[in-house]
């Protein structure tokens, strides 16, 4: 356990040392600045904000890129996060039930053929872990996971691609919903996120895009028609194509910012900002005995797909993306149990 805690407290050492110069520089140029990032509903919806208008550029300048380094650069960790806090976070890990009815369709889907019909059991089996739930919010859960569950199997192929674009919705949701707020703020960042779709979508935003060439660079390996091949198969509706491929690519942008910062922030006790240090330590302590050798484990996981994908970059991201299939398929069977059995007061 020490070598893993030491060796985490290395990798972070210099994070923590930037991080530290950055926020000193800060409160020396704008003191009341400074004090906006001791504000954790400020502070939050600032960043939030920032990433919402930084995914809407990129998208604009850059959506092949940003569709082709996304998951390799950020999927593992964002991954991590999704199980962090929907799982371990929320203690379904240590309901019995929940290994039987949850986890293990999304490991049989994952390791069959199966794929989302499997995955999507997990959804009626999140709405029947829920304990002391009201019996009509548990029969909710279950009419509308059984409702996603005869779709499945009546059009697995519709419904992958519904759910592939929708994922990235959840994850917004999942943030507006996780605490009360007394501040206004993540209204103006859910406006900005539906707005970029409803751009984008519309093709208000076409000119832009072919004024920055951003749909006609990107790597070779993964062209624009791969990626409207995968996440818009419309061939006789091509503008309506592209410009889904370009709002899946602002919204799962978008998506792993509110998993790897948004969510985070509202999600622990502290209002304060924590070091990269501390967080590693909090990871640690929440996976038990061994949790500094599964948060090294899984920094070591995200490397390794990053060094990966400068071999065959095409590769590294269809491995990931196999792997990261389940993914929203939990985050259904957690809004399932959730539905059923009311998030509590506590959150750390």
């Known amino acids: ?3 893993a805690s030491s060796t985490l407290d290395a990798i972070v050492a210099p994070l923590d040392a930037l991080r530290g110069a950055l926020l000193r520089a800060l409160g020396r140029s704008s003191p009341r600045l400074a004090r906006s990032i001791a504000d954790r509903e400020l502070r939050v919806n600032t960043v939030a904000v920032a990433g919402v208008l930084v995914s809407l550029a990129l998208t604009i300048v850059a959506p092949l890129w940003l569709l082709a380094l996304g998951p390799v650069l950020l999927g593992g960790a964002h991954l991590f996060a999704d199980v962090r806090y929907l799982v371990v976070r929320e203690g379904l890990h240590r309901r019995r039930l929940a290994w039987a009815l949850v986890a293990a369709p999304l490991a049989i889907g994952a390791l069959t053929s199966l794929g989302s019909k499997a995955f999507v059991l997990s959804v009626a089996g999140g709405a029947l872990v829920a304990k002391g739930a ?10 509308l996971a059984a409702g996603l569950t005869a779709l499945v199997y009546a ?35 859910l406006a900005l996120f539906v707005a970029g779709n409803v751009a984008l979508l519309s093709g208000a935003l076409d000119p832009l895009v072919a004024w920055a060439s951003g749909l006609s660079r990107g790597p070779d390996e993964l062209p624009l028609g791969l990626h409207m091949n995968a996440l818009a198969p419309w061939p006789e509706r091509i503008d309506l194509s592209r410009r889904a ?20 922030e509202v999600a622990r006790r502290s ?16 996976l038990g005995p061994r949790g500094s050798w599964l948060v ?14 400068t071999v065959d970059l095409l590769a590294a991201r269809t491995g990931y993306l196999r792997f990261a299939l389940f993914h929203g398929y939990l985050e259904l069977a957690v809004v399932a149990w959730l539905l059923a059995e009311p998030k509590r007061g506590g959150d750390e």
């Open 1 to 3: 356990m020490r070598l």
């Open 134 to 143: 009201h019996r009509g919010r548990k029969a909710l859960s279950l009419a």
């Open 155 to 189: 059009a697995p192929s519709a419904s992958e691609l519904v759910l592939a674009h929708a994922h990235n919705f959840i994850a917004v949701l999942l943030w507006l919903a996780w605490r009360p707020r007394a501040q206004r703020g993540h209204w103006l960042v």
């Open 245 to 264: 491929v370009l709002a899946f690519a602002f919204s799962q942008s978008v998506h792993y910012g509110i998993w790897l910062r948004a969510i985070p």
């Open 271 to 286: 209002p304060t900002p924590r070091t990269f240090r501390q967080s590693v330590r909090g990871m640690s302590s929440e």
């Open 296 to 309: 090294l484990a899984a920094i070591l996981a995200c490397l390794g797909l990053a060094l990966w994908s």
